[in-house]
């Protein structure tokens, strides 16, 4: 009788070759025929035992604060035993291209608990991912003079990235939090003059900074000729100085760019905050208007000092006036999963007058008012686009 082999089989020795390049753990064998030395060769994975290499499909997510529903950038996004992963973008979304099997997502965030799921990826598949805040009790806090770079994240040469958590630690002013105080906090970036709230970067004058404020020109970004700056620290998400390697969106400045994101009004619930300070007030409302489509954020700040003229003042200066205000708002419009539209609007507005302290020939004059502000208006709008799988 004729011996028939199968031709995808192999003796013994090849396979003993085999388990010495992939190793025992990724090797199994069995018998075709029993008292036969014929052997068939399957390998193994210890992640995916069944795994399909030719078939791939597209896994997109959003990640969310589980409370507030808001985007949560830079999450690392990666699958348990794979040395592969990636970051969601501005927006919270993230995208990754998997063979057919089985997997353990794994997505973890500064602030936030990790999170782990199992997933059988057997088709294109969207999910999103709600991550939940966690806060650790301290028994004591120590200040150095390093603990404010704990703070400031440098994703790329030259750039320095500050979060609005970050910024309300460095010790405020007379009550009010400022941006371009906290950024003479790093390396390369100091101070006009004392009083003065300008910066120069690596020796830059003040004009050669370009500032932007949800990707709208800021020319003069001071109140009260250089005291405060113009910012609304309760509606900024996060403040990017470049000071080197300057991206060509942005055009061209000698010095730096500073780049100021205002914070997107949460689709889920409403909140307000405030506060009194001895120059200004402030108040800040987030409101949703149609849950889970639109919202509103208005940030509002009114100074609150002519009473220092009229009670501390001479006679010379208790006509004195020295006012200014902010507002901002911000409308977000969540039509689908895809896009995002959103509105931002910025106003501020200085006030001087002062009594005339000189006569000039031929001039007729009691007193000088002097006024300037920025009116900006922004529309964004954000679309993910996808890969399609074929």
Request: glycine letters at 6%.
């Amino acid at each position: 009788m004729k011996n028939n082999k199968p031709i995808n089989s192999f003796k013994l020795p090849i396979f003993i070759l085999l388990m010495g390049i992939f190793g025992a753990n990724y090797f199994s064998v069995a018998k075709t025929q029993r008292n036969s030395n014929t052997l068939l060769a399957r390998l193994n994975s210890p992640v995916n035992k069944d795994r399909t290499f030719l078939r791939t499909f597209a896994l997109v997510g959003n990640v969310v604060d589980v409370e507030s529903q808001k985007p949560i950038p830079n999450a690392s996004v990666s699958i348990d035993y794979v040395k592969s992963g990636v970051i969601t973008d501005s927006t919270g979304n993230f995208y990754m291209r998997l063979t057919q099997g089985e997997y353990i997502l794994k997505i973890s965030a500064v602030g936030y608990k990790i999170f782990r799921k199992y997933i059988k990826l057997d088709k294109d598949t969207k999910m999103k991912i709600e991550l939940q805040s966690v806060s650790n009790m301290l028994e004591e806090v120590i200040v150095s003079s390093v603990a404010t770079r704990k703070d400031i994240q440098t994703p790329s040469l030259g750039v320095s990235l500050l979060s609005l958590k970050g910024i309300k630690k460095i010790p405020a002013m007379m009550g009010e939090v400022d941006i371009l105080r906290s950024l003479q906090t790093l390396p390369g970036v100091s101070s006009v003059g004392e009083g003065s709230n300008g910066i120069n970067v690596r020796g830059g004058a003040v004009d050669q900074n370009l500032i932007y404020v949800d990707d709208t020109p800021i020319f003069n970004p001071t109140h009260l000729f250089g005291l405060f700056s113009i910012f609304p620290s309760d509606a900024i998400r996060e403040v990017e100085l470049y000071k080197g390697g300057v991206p060509a969106r942005f055009g061209g400045r000698t010095a730096s760019v500073l780049d100021i994101k205002m914070s997107e009004p949460s689709l889920e619930k409403g909140s307000v905050q405030g506060g009194i300070g001895a120059i200004s007030n402030r108040l800040t409302f987030e409101t949703p208007l149609i849950k889970e489509k639109l919202s509103l954020m208005t940030s509002a700040r009114v100074s609150f000092n002519d009473f220092w003229f009229k009670w501390f003042g001479t006679p010379e200066v208790k006509n004195t006036r020295a006012n200014f205000y902010d507002l901002a708002s911000k409308v977000f419009f969540k039509p689908d999963k895809k896009n995002t539209i959103s509105l931002t609007a910025y106003i501020n507005h200085d006030f001087y007058r002062v009594d005339s302290l000189f006569s000039l020939e031929n001039v007729v004059a009691n007193q000088t008012d002097f006024t300037y502000g920025h009116q900006n208006l922004a529309l964004r709008w954000n679309h993910f686009f996808q890969v399609k799988v074929v």
